[in-house]
């Protein structure tokens, strides 16, 4: 019996196991960074441990500071998580060296499936089909180039070990190749410590769906369904369902007993998750096995009705599964989004600062997964997801329905994120109708409104102006004040208004040039207000914060600053050739050099930020004049990184 788990994890996934261990009746250990010391997951476990700063290399990579901290709190046993060590066979086997319980599969199924190569191969005898490729083992460059004439163009270039995206490319023409080559080198490099890398033909537009498995030491294994995470961009899973609506019971019966048979090939235990490219036509090809828990895994417990952590740890002591293949059941619909830090009206740069507020939506069906909550720092050493929101209907429109609502309904002021982004693909009529691929996104989002800046109507205007009123004057500025009008200046990064606000009783009026505007309040709290605009009676949320006035109402959330007491200033403005870094995070090469002339476009610095590479290059034609930084440097946001001297006509 196991009586004590430390969850070698962070975020979200942590709270989500803390909480049904807690629930069973073990004892919980957190390990956190410096960067952590104040998070969600450390304040919910029994106890926690420092295991080194904010680095994942010093902390959560840190395989003895993990073992240390089992050691002193006197754990029996780790959970992994996903990410981090979860598919780190040197981890499993220095947890069993130790005499810990690890709870995921043996090492030597890790290290197999850990290989996209080897997996490959060993799916191939297991008789899995498999996507064509090559496979060479620690090919160079040269190697790959060559069978990339085999292969034929498009092709992918995939790195060997880990996954989520990283160390992948999307190759169209052999003049593309070595560049790309070189990106997903250093890209794997840099998450994983591997720099292997494969080749595979492109599948296009294919279904990107994955089989929920589960085997113990008994010999059984059994499959929970699939989820479809076609919904991608940059290969990152952005929407989960389950089942599939491309599925049909016959195809669920093929793909998940080759999924059995390939956790049967690996002598596999626990939580895998088997995942596949289904073609217009409807066959299949195994891409991977990821070894762990997946980052979608509550739309599958929602539709079984069954806690998949519950069933890692019952496998974990040794225990049989808990439902044979004919008594799992599923039921309803349920659809997963990840709520991200990060800025889709410019390039989707992930956003670091203070999360001032932070209230999820509530109601029937509605799931949130979240390690973050309002005061929490979002910084630039970990992924940016603020929480998973995932929603069950007996029916897939109710699903969407309930998700959208709580999407639009939830509060998230002091950094961007891609909230309406989400809403939007939900809505979609491609996704509505269940035929959205993994093209989806390139091919419907393109011209999306919720990829460019929010563009402000007048009424959005007064009632930003009108809330800056009432958190200027108060309570009594909205009830009793002198019916004078009160001017205000608002912007919204280049864009000024100027407005007169009038107080009359419970009512304040808005003139914004030659439109007036009343709104008339009838019920305030903290952070929020009832008003009645043109007779529709409505909610809006806002919090401010030094002057920022963050605002949600009707679905839409924006930022305006209050100008009204600030001095006149010239602004540095944009294209002038400096070059500033969009994220916090650190520099991982520069290929600028003074005195060399550049084009508009052209690739001057590679950042790395929350795991992802992110290249920084020139807004202008010109002469590269001062080079800011050099490789290592750890950067702020909008500190300046390169100047370019302007080309003239």
Same mark, same amino acid.
């Given at each position: 019996?196991?009586?004590? #788990?430390?969850?070698?994890?962070?975020?979200?996934?942590?709270?989500?196991?803390?909480?049904?261990?807690?629930?069973?009746?073990?004892?919980?250990?957190?390990?956190?960074?410096?960067? @952590?010391?104040?998070?969600?997951?450390?304040? &919910?476990?029994?106890?926690?441990?420092?295991?080194?700063?904010?680095?994942?290399?010093?902390?959560?990579?840190?395989?003895?500071?993990?073992?240390?901290?089992?050691?002193?709190?006197?754990?029996?046993?780790?959970?992994? +998580?996903?990410?981090?060590? =979860?598919?780190?066979?040197?981890?499993?086997?220095?947890?069993?060296?130790?005499?810990?319980?690890?709870?995921?599969?043996?090492?030597?199924?890790?290290?197999?499936?850990? =290989?996209?190569?080897?997996?490959?191969?060993?799916?191939?005898?297991?008789?899995?089909?498999?996507?064509?490729?090559?496979?060479?083992?620690?090919?160079?460059? @040269?190697?790959?180039?060559?069978?990339?004439?085999?292969?034929?163009?498009?092709?992918?270039?995939?790195?060997?070990?880990?996954?989520?995206?990283?160390?992948?490319?999307?190759?169209?023409? /052999?003049?593309?190749?070595?560049?790309?080559?070189?990106?997903?080198?250093?890209?794997?490099?840099?998450?994983?410590?591997?720099?292997?890398?494969?080749?595979?033909?492109?599948?296009?537009?294919?279904?990107?769906? &994955?089989?929920?498995?589960?085997?113990?030491?008994?010999?059984?294994?059994?499959?929970?369904?699939?989820?479809?995470?076609?919904?991608?961009?940059?290969?990152?899973?952005?929407?989960?369902?389950?089942?599939? /609506?491309?599925?049909?019971?016959?195809?669920?019966?093929?793909?998940?007993?080759?999924?059995?048979?390939?956790?049967?090939?690996?002598?596999?235990? +626990?939580?895998?998750?088997?995942?596949?490219?289904?073609?217009?036509?409807?066959?299949?090809?195994?891409?991977?096995?990821?070894?762990?828990?997946?980052?979608?895994? /509550?739309? %599958?417990?929602?539709?079984?009705?069954?806690?998949? $952590?519950?069933?890692?740890?019952?496998?974990?002591?040794?225990?049989?599964?808990?439902?044979?293949? @004919?008594?799992?059941?599923?039921?309803?619909?349920?659809?997963?989004?990840?709520?991200?830090?990060?800025?889709?009206?410019?390039?989707? %740069? !992930?956003?670091?600062?203070?999360?001032?507020?932070?209230?999820?939506?509530? +109601? /029937?069906?509605?799931?949130?997964?979240?390690?973050?909550?309002?005061?929490?720092?979002?910084?630039?050493?970990?992924? !940016?997801?603020?929480?998973?929101?995932?929603?069950?209907?007996?029916?897939?429109?109710?699903?969407?329905?309930?998700?959208?609502?709580?999407?639009?309904?939830?509060?998230?002021?002091?950094?961007?994120?891609?909230?309406?982004?989400?809403?939007?693909?939900?809505?979609?009529?491609?996704?509505?109708?269940?035929?959205?691929? *993994?093209?989806?996104?390139?091919?419907?989002?393109?011209?999306?409104?919720?990829?460019?800046?929010?563009?402000?109507?007048?009424?959005?205007?007064?009632?930003?102006?009108?809330?800056?009123?009432?958190?200027?004057?108060?309570?009594?500025?909205? =009830?009793?004040?002198?019916?004078?009008?009160?001017?205000?200046?608002?912007?919204?990064?280049?864009? %000024?208004?100027?407005?007169?606000?009038?107080?009359?009783?419970?009512?304040?009026?808005?003139?914004?040039?030659?439109?007036?505007?009343?709104?008339?309040?009838?019920?305030?709290? !903290?952070?929020?207000?009832?008003?009645?605009?043109?007779?529709?009676?409505?909610?809006?949320?806002?919090?401010?914060?030094?002057?920022?006035?963050?605002?949600?109402?009707?679905?839409?959330?924006?930022?305006?600053?209050?100008?009204?007491?600030?001095?006149?200033?010239?602004?540095?403005?944009?294209?002038?050739? %400096?070059?500033?870094?969009?994220?916090?995070?650190?520099?991982?090469?520069? #290929?600028?050099?003074?005195?060399?002339?550049?084009?508009?476009?052209?690739?001057?610095?590679?950042? &790395?930020?929350?795991?992802?590479?992110?290249? $920084?290059?020139?807004?202008?034609?010109?002469?590269?004049?001062?080079?800011?930084?050099?490789?290592? *440097?750890? $950067?702020?946001?909008?500190?300046?990184?390169?100047?370019?001297?302007?080309?003239?006509?």
């Amino acid at each position: 019996m196991l009586k004590t #788990l430390l969850i070698a994890n962070r975020g979200e996934i942590a709270v989500r196991i803390i909480r049904t261990a807690r629930a069973l009746g073990y004892r919980t250990v957190a390990v956190y960074s410096d960067a @952590d010391a104040r998070a969600l997951h450390v304040a &919910e476990a029994d106890l926690a441990v420092r295991i080194g700063p904010a680095p994942v290399g010093a902390s959560y990579l840190n395989v003895e500071a993990l073992l240390d901290a089992a050691r002193c709190t006197g754990a029996d046993a780790v959970h992994p +998580g996903y990410g981090f060590l =979860s598919e780190n066979a040197v981890f499993a086997r220095a947890c069993a060296e130790a005499g810990l319980v690890f709870v995921g599969p043996p090492a030597d199924a890790i290290e197999l499936m850990g =290989s996209k190569r080897r997996s490959k191969i060993a799916m191939q005898a297991a008789g899995v089909p498999v996507v064509p490729g090559f496979e060479g083992d620690n090919a160079g460059d @040269d190697e790959l180039i060559q069978a990339a004439g085999d292969i034929g163009y498009p092709l992918m270039v995939k790195a060997s070990a880990g996954g989520g995206g990283r160390g992948m490319r999307l190759v169209h023409s /052999p003049e593309d190749l070595p560049e790309a080559l070189s990106r997903a080198r250093s890209e794997a490099r840099q998450a994983f410590g591997d720099d292997e890398l494969i080749l595979e033909k492109a599948v296009i537009e294919p279904r990107h769906i &994955e089989i929920q498995v589960f085997a113990d030491r008994q010999g059984n294994a059994v499959y929970l369904g699939e989820r479809d995470c076609s919904i991608q961009r940059r290969h990152q899973k952005v929407v989960e369902e389950a089942p599939s /609506p491309f599925m049909t019971p016959d195809l669920r019966q093929a793909m998940g007993e080759a999924a059995v048979r390939a956790a049967l090939a690996c002598r596999y235990e +626990g939580a895998g998750t088997v995942e596949l490219l289904v073609d217009q036509n409807r066959r299949f090809y195994f891409l991977e096995m990821n070894t762990r828990l997946q980052v979608e895994h /509550p739309v %599958t417990e929602l539709i079984t009705g069954q806690d998949l $952590v519950a069933w890692q740890l019952a496998v974990a002591e040794g225990r049989p599964l808990p439902l044979a293949q @004919d008594a799992i059941r599923l039921t309803g619909h349920a659809i997963e989004v990840r709520l991200y830090a990060e800025d889709p009206a410019h390039g989707f %740069t !992930p956003q670091t600062g203070e999360l001032h507020r932070f209230q999820p939506a509530e +109601g /029937p069906g509605v799931r949130f997964d979240s390690g973050v909550r309002s005061g929490d720092r979002i910084t630039p050493h970990y992924d !940016p997801m603020l929480a998973k929101v995932v929603a069950w209907g007996e029916n897939r429109d109710q699903a969407r329905r309930r998700l959208i609502r709580a999407l639009e309904d939830t509060a998230v002021f002091g950094v961007t994120t891609n909230r309406h982004f989400l809403s939007r693909i939900i809505d979609h009529p491609v996704f509505g109708a269940g035929e959205a691929t *993994t093209a989806f996104l390139e091919q419907a989002f393109e011209n999306d409104p919720s990829l460019k800046p929010m563009t402000l109507t007048d009424r959005d205007w007064a009632l930003s102006a009108a809330l800056l009123g009432l958190d200027t004057q108060g309570q009594a500025g909205w =009830s009793n004040a002198a019916a004078t009008r009160i001017p205000v200046a608002l912007a919204v990064e280049e864009t %000024t208004r100027e407005a007169l606000l009038r107080i009359r009783g419970n009512t304040t009026e808005v003139q914004l040039g030659e439109t007036a505007f009343a709104f008339q309040r009838v019920a305030e709290g !903290p952070g929020e207000v009832c008003i009645i605009d043109n007779g529709v009676r409505q909610r809006c949320q806002y919090h401010r914060e030094g002057d920022s006035l963050y605002l949600q109402a009707a679905g839409r959330a924006w930022q305006v600053q209050d100008r009204t007491h600030a001095p006149a200033s010239a602004d540095a403005g944009s294209g002038s050739g %400096t070059l500033k870094a969009a994220m916090d995070g650190a520099i991982l090469d520069i #290929l600028a050099r003074e005195g060399e002339t550049v084009a508009r476009g052209q690739t001057l610095a590679i950042l &790395e930020a929350m795991k992802m590479e992110h290249p $920084v290059k020139a807004d202008c034609d010109g002469v590269i004049t001062h080079v800011h930084v050099a490789a290592g *440097t750890q $950067v702020r946001r909008l500190q300046p990184l390169v100047d370019i001297e302007p080309a003239t006509d």
